[in-house]
């Protein structure tokens, strides 16, 4: 249900500069600049918080739509916890400019850099219907050669055929992502995607309006058919059934693959729709994950516990190039792979994925229902709030004292002698940056 529109971009364009790093300094990714897409993120500045998103609608929006859209962002800070500063922009479809118009200017107070705001686009998107739901572009800076997020931005781009309700449900997904990248690390897709979608499944009953259960979201919803649908027809197929979970790690962005494969030779061999690797089969291999580390649910959310909890036991693992890194690469005892092998008990990454894949290729709906939790587990997990005591937040990881920042580049290109290191600011181009998180 979150996959609707079609791949949203944004653009931000930003100043890559060369300069000595210091103490407090502000020096940007250097290897030797960040790729256009999707290229490495691993800090945040965000704040752990139970505070809804601030909501910038257009002015067509009624007020079902924004009280729907808060509910939906809600019921996944009570149980997985938030992140500020968040803004969540909700557009109308086919709306004149001057519905744009608080929008455009809020946006770009927000995600300005170096004069850039990608407003306009987003707005064109809107006024030609193109629905997309994504975490998108927040505030970014760059501290001692990495980037980090400053705040979150999550985007609702309507069409004709969105109502409040399935907003709202879109929401859970959204604000997940916020939730998920606050807290550091350059994580794969299927852990973000599955995750999101895992979200969905636990917190949909939740909602005043519905009455979905976490097995019935497992089996009809989550996706277009299904998640448990969507997941066996990509392990019947060639594709799914020869590579399985671990081309789910990378996602093409901008012609970049890192170790997957692109959408079309995914496609050409999982006829269905990639996305049942990256989402419908993440949620299950997130759902397996817990059973087979018997855990919960909600330890996996909101534990502190390495080899309880997944998001609050991750630390950043530092070392990724921003021009060519991708989350394979992260080594077996750092990052997420420490946070999910801690839980499942796998001494490496291949050996999860290899019993996950021999399960995955004979599982029945059955077998898959088998390993999800009863519903009554399920609402006593979601009953509560999270007060947020063993969340972690972005600031808990500083970027300055990471171990592996990349070395400092060389000095400014000039070879003009009366420039000196400390004058070695030079403006090496500005680039686009784009976020793909939908
Ligand atoms: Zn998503």
Known sequence: MTRGGPTAWIFLAIIASAARRVAGDTTCPANPEPRGCNAPLMFSKMRKSSTLPTVVASTGITQDFKDKLNEGHQVLINFAGGASPTTAYILEGGGADAAYADFKTKHCEQTTFNGHCGADALITQAKNFESSYMKGNGGVECVCGHKRETSSGLYYILDSSATARSVGEIAIHEMCHVTQ??????????????????????????????TQTYEDCFRSSGGGGGIIPNFRSYYASSYGSANGLQKGESRECGDFVGDSDTTATIEAGAPNNAGHLYYD??????????????????????????GEGFWNTIVPWDGHNYATGYPGQCPEDKGWKASLKNITGHATMAAFYTEFDAWARTASVADVVAILESQSAIDTQTAGVFDLSTATEGTDHDPCAAKNVPPPPPPALSSSPEIGPSLAFLVVSSLTYAVLMN
């Open 181 to 210: 990248t606050s807290r550091g690390e350059y994580m794969p897709t299927w852990l973000m995607e599955g995750g999101a979608v895992h979200t969905e499944c636990l917190l949909m009953k939740k909602l005043s309006w519905s």
């Open 281 to 306: 089969t993440g949620a299950v291999a997130v759902a397996w994950a817990i059973n087979k580390g018997g855990i919960t649910s909600k330890q996996f959310w909101q534990s502190n516990v390495l």
